[in-house]
C-alpha cells in the first residue's frame, strides 16, 4: 500500500521551531516532486513549499526565509523545518506526491 505518513507536528510559542517529517512507503518517491500544504481552520488548503526530484526548492511568500523543505531519498522522507513559527502558521500540514495524501500533522503556535 502507498502511502505517507507525517510526524512531528505540536504546539509551540511564536519565535519557537518545529520540523515536520513525511515518511513515504510503498514505492520508492526519489522521481517524484513532494509537497508540503497546510489547512487553516475555516480555510481552503494552499501550498507551502515542494521540492523536484533534483532538490530544487519553491516557497509560498508567507513562510520564505522560514521553512526549509529537504528530501533524504535514501530514507524515502521529506521535511519541513520551520522557524520562527507565528500564530498564522497554525494549521494541518499535509504531505502530497503524485495523488497521494497523508493524514495530516497539526501545527499549533500559540502567542
Known amino acids: 500500500q502507498v502511502q505517507l505518513v507525517e510526524s512531528g507536528g505540536g504546539l509551540v510559542q511564536a519565535g519557537g521551531s518545529l520540523r515536520l517529517s513525511c515518511a513515504a512507503s510503498?514505492?520508492?518517491?526519489?522521481?517524484?516532486?513532494m509537497y508540503w500544504y497546510r489547512q487553516a481552520p475555516g480555510k481552503e488548503r494552499e501550498l507551502v513549499a515542494f521540492?523536484?526530484?533534483?532538490?530544487?526548492?519553491y516557497y509560498a511568500n508567507s513562510v520564505k526565509g522560514r521553512f526549509t523543505i529537504s528530501r533524504d531519498n535514501a530514507k524515502n522522507t521529506v521535511y519541513l523545518q520551520m522557524n520562527s513559527l507565528k500564530t498564522e502558521d497554525t494549521a494541518v500540514y499535509y504531505c502530497?506526491?503524485?495523488?497521494?495524501w497523508g493524514q495530516g500533522t497539526q501545527v499549533t503556535v500559540s502567542s
Open positions: 502530497y506526491a503524485r495523488t497521494i
Open positions: 510503498g514505492r520508492a518517491f526519489s522521481t517524484d516532486t
Open positions: 521540492i523536484t526530484s533534483a532538490s530544487s526548492t
